[in-house]
């Protein structure tokens, strides 16, 4: 239980401080000691809720968001950036290299 106290006081001042924190994202939000008991009851109210609605719906729920999310993410790369030059770099790749991937797959169904 002490570890979880312990990562969790350095997650908010993480939050709260650093380069990716919230006082970098938004410069009004004060760097405190308040703000980081904020942060600490919201991650506690997220978690607790997690764990009573139990492994059949709080899992679910956050599986299907990290999916949803990662699709997203992959999504916004596809469309966003150069997409010949993605598809040319992962087919040239395989095709380049097809008689080795060939001869690796014969000899792990053998």
């Given at each position: 239980?002490?570890?979880?106290?312990?990562?969790?006081?350095?997650?908010?001042?993480?939050?709260?401080?650093t380069f990716?924190?919230?006082?970098?994202?938004?410069?009004?939000?004060?760097v405190s000691?308040?703000?980081?008991?904020?942060?600490?009851?919201?991650?506690?109210?997220?978690?607790?809720a997690s764990?009573?609605?139990?492994?059949?719906?709080?899992?679910?729920?956050?599986?299907?968001?990290?999916?949803?999310?990662?699709?997203?993410?992959?999504?916004?790369?596809?469309?966003?950036?150069?997409?010949?030059?993605?598809?040319?770099?992962?087919?040239?790749?395989?095709?380049?290299?097809?008689?080795?991937?060939?001869?690796?797959?014969?000899?792990?169904?053998?």
């Amino acid at each position: 239980m002490q570890s979880y106290k312990l990562s969790t006081v350095i997650a908010t001042k993480q939050h709260n401080t650093t380069f990716p924190g919230l006082n970098f994202l938004n410069p009004d939000i004060a760097v405190s000691t308040a703000n980081q008991v904020i942060i600490i009851w919201a991650i506690t109210a997220l978690a607790t809720a997690s764990v009573i609605t139990g492994i059949g719906m709080g899992i679910r729920r956050l599986s299907e968001i990290c999916f949803s999310l990662g699709m997203v993410i992959m999504m916004m790369v596809l469309f966003l950036d150069d997409t010949w030059y993605e598809s040319y770099t992962f087919y040239g790749v395989f095709i380049r290299n097809y008689d080795r991937f060939r001869s690796i797959f014969q000899v792990l169904v053998s």
